[in-house]
């Protein structure tokens, strides 16, 4: 008869793990045998090798059947759903009618894309399409006067795709409206803030410099609006005006976009506001460097009072008597043939110089007290950049370079080739001119070109210590007898003074 030991040895005998199969043959016995007396089986005897494999097996299946099983889209079956809306033909009751269809604002995409994919330029065609389809979206869910494909932002995380719109005049006045409603209330704020303050604290007698204000809506660095969308078929965001404030903190740092319109922007100095004012200023700014078009395509009109050079004017229209020129001049080296047509970016942060010491009424009426006793400070020196539609030859140099770059797009053909600019300032921004056609693009990650990397300024000096002087410098305490000293000189000297004064009367008494 066995013994126990004997039975414990040969029971870890067959637990031992089998490397292959991870399994041991004491349970897949247990399993064989548990199989059996449940389902009662006839002939278990001939049928032990088919259960034993039959038992292996459903340890390696899947519970349930496969093709039941939920398994999570991907992004590029999430992504095909989003887009796949954008090619849903609409009903027959929302088809437009005949005239909505002549005014339509909607450009010819595919056309503008098939000049820059001669130049090697552009997304592709499918993307393009998909593009076109977004922006015809966004169309029929604005009332919009102008739309136009500004270009694709790229970014660590996501991208953005950019349409620049004009909306028409009756809506126009509505985006004011919610705009000066966010002031006000943001004003009301700030007075409660400063009515819950403590009447008996100190105030300071530091001002912070005046703040520049934003150009209104059609004017200035804010005269087109801005949609972004990280794919086509995804919701279009509007981007918010930008100010002169953003537009200067914007050309001091160097930040790559993630694609997330609320990232924080983490820099120095720092930026006011998140990665949506980000991106809209830097819009700006490629709008202001790199928009063109060829000379005489836009004039100004002749009712304008303004001087001849164009300074100081802020609108054009376009020239029905344009005469193109032709391509070989529009890629002369002069860049004489081209001009801008986005007014310039001052210093300040506008288009258009104000002079932050001019107060309102509100303002003069309140620091009325407070100037009389301040000194005026100095007149501000006024800011003037190059005119509305000044030519691109006299654009500065970018590192010994030419500021724009001209070429064909095909120098086998030249008679059917179009001429194609590239900006040597914004990398990315590029222009194609051919007849009366002409269209500007920019496919880059948003930052201007620089010779040297790109260094984050040095932080501002540390403040300097009070001077030290007698009059703050730290004495050790006196001691009782030197005390009693003082107190008896003090004495002598008041005893002193009091003898005079009584001498000084007896002497007029006498007289």
Not at 96 to 114: G, N, S
Request: glycine share 6%; with cysteine.
């Amino acid at each position: 008869m066995a013994s126990e030991t004997m039975i414990q040895n040969a029971k870890a005998f067959l637990q031992q793990e089998s490397p292959d199969s991870k399994l041991n043959l004491y349970d897949h016995l247990c399993s064989v045998m548990h199989k059996i007396l449940e389902n009662r089986t006839p002939n278990s005897v001939d049928l032990l090798e088919s259960l034993s494999k039959e038992v292996k097996t459903n340890k390696f299946a899947p519970a349930g059947d496969p093709s039941s099983d939920v398994r999570p889209a991907s992004l590029e079956v999430e992504l095909a759903n989003v887009q796949n809306k954008l090619f849903e033909k609409p009903s027959e009751e929302a088809e437009p009618e005949p005239e909505d269809e002549v005014e339509m604002p909607l450009p010819d995409l595919m056309d503008t894309a098939h000049y820059f994919e001669q130049a090697g330029l552009g997304l592709g065609r499918e993307e393009t399409f998909r593009i076109f389809l977004a922006l015809k979206k966004l169309v029929d869910t604005h009332t919009l006067q102008s739309v136009r494909f500004w270009g694709k932002i790229l970014g660590t995380e996501k991208n953005y795709i950019v349409a620049e719109v004009e909306y028409r005049e009756g809506d126009e006045e509505g985006q004011e409206g919610e705009e000066e409603e966010g002031e006000e209330s943001r004003e009301e704020e700030a007075d409660e803030a400063k009515e819950g303050e403590d009447d008996n604290l100190p105030t300071p007698d530091y001002k912070p410099p005046p703040v520049i204000p934003k150009e209104e809506t059609g004017t200035g660095c804010n005269k087109k609006t801005y949609f972004v969308c990280n794919e086509p078929g995804g919701e279009w965001t509007k981007l918010p005006p930008v100010t002169p404030a953003q537009i200067v903190c914007a050309r001091q740092i160097k930040k790559f976009f993630t694609g997330n319109l609320e990232a924080a922007v983490i820099s120095y100095p720092p930026f006011p506001g998140t990665e949506i004012n980000y991106l809209r200023a830097q819009i700006a700014r490629i709008s202001a460097g790199t928009h063109i078009s060829p000379v005489d395509y836009y004039k100004f009109e002749e009712d304008d009072e303004d001087d001849s050079d164009g300074e100081g004017r802020d609108s054009f229209v376009e020239n029905v008597e344009f005469e193109p020129p032709r391509v070989q001049e529009l890629i002369d080296p002069s860049l004489s043939n081209w001009v801008h047509h986005v007014q310039h970016i001052l210093p300040q942060g506008r288009c258009v110089w104000v002079n932050p010491t001019v107060k309102t009424e509100t303002e003069d009426f309140e620091d009325e007290e407070e100037e009389e006793e301040r000194e005026e400070p100095d007149e501000p020196v006024p800011e003037h950049g190059p005119p509305l539609l000044n030519p691109i030859s006299e654009d500065s140099e970018v590192d010994s370079m030419p500021a724009w770059s001209a070429g064909l797009t095909s120098n086998l053909v030249p008679q059917y080739a179009a001429a194609v600019l590239r900006s040597n300032l914004w990398p990315g921004a590029c222009v194609f001119g051919l007849d009366k056609k002409f269209e500007n693009l920019y496919i880059g990650w948003g930052h201007k070109y620089t010779a040297e990397n790109y260094s984050p300024p040095a932080p501002a000096a540390t403040q300097e210590e009070y001077p030290s002087g007698a009059e703050v410098t730290e004495v050790p305490d006196p001691t009782v007898d030197e005390e009693r000293a003082l107190q008896a000189v003090q004495q002598e000297q008041l005893d002193r003074e009091a003898e005079e004064a009584e001498m000084e009367e007896d002497d007029e008494d006498d007289d």
